[in-house]
């Protein structure tokens, strides 16, 4: 158990609607990640929140929106969608671990799953 | 931009063989990870590198990172089937608000 969770684990829906996927860090992680993965596919990294602010941006699509709340949970909103966006959304969370030019570490959730039909 | 190029991106071998999977960029990072997904799971970290040149041993895995920190490579003495998965080499900077860097990922598959 990686401490990360991610609801819903599995998610249907039909082309056209939105959906919401929650993600909860470690205890004491400050940053989240979002990536896509789709069949058989790398990680395509999607947005970065650090401590409330958005750090980074990767190939997110303008209908895909984020946020992480005071609490440090995270929301990925997927509006619009289409079949292509069916795929594996990983939520992973980070903290800088004490060494030699420090280093970070990700912990992943077990994903959600979003087959849109 | 940042990019980690993975090679080879199938890889298929015999039990008992051994493999070297690389990782290659033009950026510089602070550190480099390792994981292993296995299908359906999310990806489970292995290792961490942090100074170049370093190496470091876990089981039959062997981690290296580039002297420029660069680049890594995975090597995998006598390989069994339960070393089967995705493994992806990632690239980090200092702080817990970098942002992290996936490679495409090497598919490996262990045949009995």
């Known amino acids: 158990d990686s401490g990360v969770t991610q609801t819903p684990k599995h998610l249907i829906t039909a082309t056209g609607q939105r959906v919401t996927l929650r993600c909860s860090p470690r205890?004491?992680?400050?940053?989240v990640y979002w990536y896509q993965q789709s069949l058989d596919q790398g990680l395509q990294f999607l947005i970065q929140y650090y401590n409330g602010e958005e750090r980074a941006k990767g190939n997110i699509l303008e209908r895909f929106s984020a946020q992480q709340f005071p609490d440090l949970h995270s929301e990925l909103n997927l509006s619009s969608l289409e079949l292509g966006d069916s795929a594996l959304y990983f939520c992973a969370s980070s903290v800088a671990t004490k060494g030699a030019g420090g280093d970070t570490e990700a912990f992943f959730g077990q994903g959600t799953r979003l087959t849109v039909v | 931009t940042q990019l980690l190029e993975q090679s080879p991106q199938f890889l298929s071998i015999q039990e008992g063989e051994n493999l070297t999977v690389y990782c290659n960029s033009s950026?510089?990072?602070?550190?480099l990870q390792w994981y292993r997904q296995e299908p359906g799971e999310g990806p489970v970290l292995l290792v961490t590198?942090?100074?170049?040149?370093e190496v470091k041993k876990l089981k039959r895995l062997t981690f290296q990172f580039g002297d420029a920190r660069k680049d890594s490579s995975l090597h995998i003495t006598a390989a069994q089937p339960g070393d089967t998965g995705l493994y992806l080499c990632a690239g980090a900077g200092r702080s817990s608000a970098s942002k992290i860097i996936f490679g495409s990922g090497t598919r490996l598959s262990i045949r009995p």
């Open positions: 205890s004491g992680d400050l940053s």
């Open positions: 950026s510089v990072f602070s550190s």
């Open positions: 590198v942090v100074t170049g040149g």
